[in-house]
């Protein structure tokens, strides 16, 4: 009782916080640990817009004081269509709300819970874009550290943006972490054996299985069982369903990039060049259907929010 109550309440001054500052809230996009992610109308740029918000009060210290500074000031630098863009940040003593542009369509992870493995042509559209955003941090010596299927955006156009910069890092190329950020399931071995570990290599694997995922619509490794799974990722033994006729030359390209061996595991550069990616025979992009998130009223106080659920364990 008490808790729905105050939840309501906070909420309640969320909304009229937000209205004061040209915002009308909409509906709820998807939740992390310390955010909500609600979609919202701005005023000043007469459009939708994404709006992160950050708890002060539940986040722990050390994100409040290492990790949100960093989201934030990477995000600051980003200017790339395959990454999402910022619009604006706010504070209040006990927010913080990060603005951003609309991915109407929705993460890459619901977008395949609902169609299972994508078409060929499809998942080369997205892994395109997908490199090439890469490649863009990269460039800027920022390295992701949290490249999983939620955290790949869609915009009404459904061109991909790379989205959530909560453990990225800016590094020199030759820089090791040995902090372990990101999801089990996308971890590369090195990182789950607690390896000093090159950065933006570690974002390299975690696209190889992003690409693995779009193709076959299941995970490549078994997270449940930490040892067995880094003993399948050393064996470089990938399986593939035959139903679903996975072409030679993607997974080719899938065992270069799921390679154990980070010395000779691909480069972005030797990614663009495999015979799969540089194929240019011509597509469309996915077909668009209505807009998850781009039609729904927006109100004031009266917000109502439609939480998705996330009911798999990819985590
Ligand atoms: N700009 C956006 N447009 C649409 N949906 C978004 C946007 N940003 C985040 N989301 C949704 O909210 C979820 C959580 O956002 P994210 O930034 O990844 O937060 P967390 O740091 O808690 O993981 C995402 O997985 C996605 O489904
Ligand atoms: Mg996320």
């Given at each position: 009782m008490m808790s729905l109550f105050n939840s309501g309440a906070s909420s309640n001054v969320e909304d009229a916080e937000l209205r004061k500052r040209g915002y009308a809230?909409?509906?709820?996009?998807?939740?992390?640990?310390y955010a909500k992610v609600k979609s919202a109308f701005s005023e000043?740029?007469?459009?939708?817009?994404?709006?992160?918000?950050?708890?002060?009060?539940?986040?722990?210290?050390?994100?409040?004081?290492?990790?949100?500074?960093?989201?934030?000031?990477?995000?600051?630098?980003?200017?790339?269509?395959?990454?999402?863009?910022?619009?604006?940040?706010?504070?209040?003593a006990e927010k913080v709300y990060i603005v951003m542009e609309l991915a109407a369509h929705g993460d890459l992870l619901e977008y395949i819970k609902l169609r299972g493995a994508l078409p060929e042509k499809d998942c080369r559209y997205f892994f395109r874009q997908l490199v090439d955003g890469i490649e863009y941090l990269h460039s800027l010596n920022i390295a992701h550290r949290d490249l999983k299927c939620e955290n790949v955006l869609l915009d009404v156009n459904n061109t991909l943006k790379i989205s959530d910069f909560g453990f990225a890092k800016v590094c020199a190329a030759k820089d090791l972490s040995d902090t372990f950020c990101g999801s089990a399931a996308?971890?590369?071995?090195?990182?789950?054996?607690?390896?000093?570990?090159?950065?933006?290599?570690?974002?390299?694997?975690?696209?190889?299985i992003i690409l693995y995922i779009m193709c076959c619509g299941s995970m490549p490794f078994d997270d449940s069982n930490m040892r067995r799974m880094i003993k399948e990722q050393l064996s470089k033994k990938l399986s593939y369903s035959r139903s679903k006729r996975i072409c030679h030359d993607v997974?080719?390209?899938?065992?270069?990039?799921?390679?154990?061996?980070?010395?000779?595991?691909?480069?972005v550069d030797g990614i663009k060049n495999s015979v799969w990616l540089r194929d240019k025979s011509s597509y469309t992009p996915p077909a668009t259907p209505e807009s998850k998130n781009g039609g729904s009223e927006c109100s004031g106080a009266n917000a109502s929010s439609s939480k998705q659920s996330d009911d798999t364990n990819q985590n």
């Open positions: 809230l909409c509906s709820e996009l998807g939740s992390g640990s000043k740029l007469t459009k939708k817009v994404a709006l992160k918000i950050i708890d002060r009060k539940k986040a722990p210290r050390d994100f409040q004081q290492k990790f949100l500074p960093r989201e934030l000031e990477v995000m600051k630098q980003m200017a790339h269509r395959n990454v999402v863009e910022l619009y604006e940040i706010m504070a209040s996308y971890a590369a071995p090195e990182v789950l054996r607690g390896i000093p570990y090159n950065p933006a290599t570690y974002d390299i694997w975690s696209i190889g997974k080719d390209l899938i065992g270069a990039i799921l390679e154990p061996d980070v010395r000779i595991r691909l480069k």
